[in-house]
């Protein structure tokens, strides 16, 4: 299923490609490591090795430039914290192999390049363009619109270009960009102050324009909902991730040099590149007893054992929920899965999925001990910030956001 048909209900547009060789970039689920419930039952350690292999297949990288000339590569942040700048980096020497392969003709953290040069290239004339980063304001949006217009592919890199990430949990503020501003700009204790002894009584917030004696100067506007990549511009390939793995960034780059190099088909449109077909839980090593949860806890409040999975240990985990790909990195190091990978590929609304695999989890079956509904209540009112757990990747694909949106008539 590619990753427009999974929000197709919402988004409402796309259509499946003709090329078809999808499957070269999904991981593969390991024969070996059935589960019907999508939570990992039937897997062994080795499995899980085996499968996660596969993935670290970084493919060959040819140096020189291509047959017909080096290729043209941008890379560009929205609303991005770096990170995923970074993780392109995680390439290491291989950068200089791109090198060689690619005009780099933007990286603003990187290289230089600048909006104007953009503007002057031809029309599809940069063959990729990578964007991390959700789209929160103008500017965000015109570059992402002109690398699209400029660009033969684009990629949607990381889980803040996929999903919104974190930037789209300020899509729970009621008040949008006015209340948020408002709020850093005169209610936080230290903006408070500064603005009582500096700006009595007329506090200044940043403006998208204001005139100095050199001229006027602009800033962009900050939009009231922030989006994702895909629903500002087309895109062809989505990798998720925050960040994502070195190893995802390494198949498209296989793809892209395929491509460049060879005449090869480039995969589906919608691709979900470095992504499982099933669950985290199945590259999760840890063992699961589907044991009941009375009690939620914080992994600092109880001793981890190292080999149990940790919802049965009665920690929160979004695993069952969370597509797989990064080869469980938190839970092998004792941490539950936050979901920043975004959903399982079946799944539309991530956090309602997770919530609904922690709800089965209760002893509320015949054969069990019985808990009423105020236990499951007290139970559940002891996660703090429950949408800021359940949404922390996706609130960007989450149907929430429509919901307010129509009652508020925004
Ligand atoms: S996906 Fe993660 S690493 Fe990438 S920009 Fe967003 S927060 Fe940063
Ligand atoms: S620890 Fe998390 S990812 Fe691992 S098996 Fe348990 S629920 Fe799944
Ligand atoms: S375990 Fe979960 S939160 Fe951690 S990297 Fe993997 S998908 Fe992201």
Known sequence: MSFFDRFKKKDNKKEEPKVDNKEKFAVKKDATAPSLCGCGAGKTAESVEANYSKMADLGELLPGAPPGGKINLAIYWAAACGGCDVSILDTNEKILTIGDMANIVMWPIAADGKEKDIEAMEDKSITVSIISGAIRNSENEHMAKLLRKKSLIVVSYGT????????????????????????????TPSTANFQKDYHPGKPIVPQTKCTVPEGDLTLPTLFDTVKTLDQVIDVDYFIPGCPPLQESISQLLKAVVDFAYHGVALPPKGTEIGVTQTSLCDQCPRHKEFRRITKIYEPFQVNIDPDLCLMDQGILCLGPATVGGCNARCTRAGQPCRGCYGPTLEVQEHGASAMTAIASLFPVLDDDGTIGEDQIIDIMSTIKDPLGYFYAFTMGKSLIKMAVKEKGGQ
């Open 160 to 187: 803040c270009a996929c999903f919104g990430g974190s930037p789209a949990l300020a899509n729970l503020v009621a008040g949008g960009s006015k209340e948020i501003l408002n709020y850093v700009y005169e209610k």
